[in-house]
C-alpha cells in the first residue's frame, strides 16, 4: 500500500536564487541618436562631435526623449521621466528645440497630435 502524507506535514522549500537586474545597474554607454550623444550620468551632450552648451532641466528631457529616441512618448511619461508637470512640459519641449535650433541640431522634439512627443530627425 502507498503512504500519503497530511498536507500540514509537507514543507515545501524553493531554492533561493540571486537575479542581478542589469536594466537598474548605472551604464556609462551613451544615449544616441542621429547625430545626438549623451552621456547618462553626467548629462554631457554633444551634436556631431561638438558639446552643446544646454541646461540640466533641457538635458533631462533630451535624455527621457533619447531613451526612446524616433518612438512616441506619451505627455504623462515624458513629463515624468523628465521630471516635469505635464502642464509645464509644452512650455519646456519649445525651450529645449530654441535651444537645439540655435546650437545647429537637426534632430528636434516633435509634437505627435494627441499622442504625446517623439525626438525626429529633420
Do not use: K, N
Not at 524553493?14 to 537598474?24: G, I, S, Y
Request: glycine share 12%; with cysteine; net charge positive.
Amino acid at each position: 500500500m502507498g503512504y500519503m502524507q497530511d498536507a500540514e506535514d509537507v514543507t515545501v522549500r524553493a531554492p533561493v536564487e540571486t537575479v542581478t537586474l542589469l536594466e537598474h545597474r548605472p551604464t556609462r554607454a551613451p544615449l544616441r541618436f542621429g547625430g545626438l550623444v549623451m552621456d547618462p550620468l553626467t548629462g554631457a551632450t554633444s551634436w556631431r562631435g561638438r558639446v552643446l552648451e544646454i541646461g540640466a532641466d533641457d538635458r533631462r528631457l533630451l535624455g527621457a526623449l533619447m531613451r526612446r529616441g524616433g518612438q512616441i512618448v506619451s505627455v504623462e511619461r515624458l513629463a515624468a521621466s523628465a521630471g516635469l508637470t505635464t502642464d509645464g512640459l509644452e512650455r519646456r519641449i519649445e525651450a529645449l528645440a530654441m535651444s537645439l535650433r540655435l546650437a545647429g541640431v537637426s534632430c528636434l522634439p516633435r509634437r505627435a497630435r494627441g499622442l504625446g512627443y517623439v525626438l525626429w530627425r529633420g
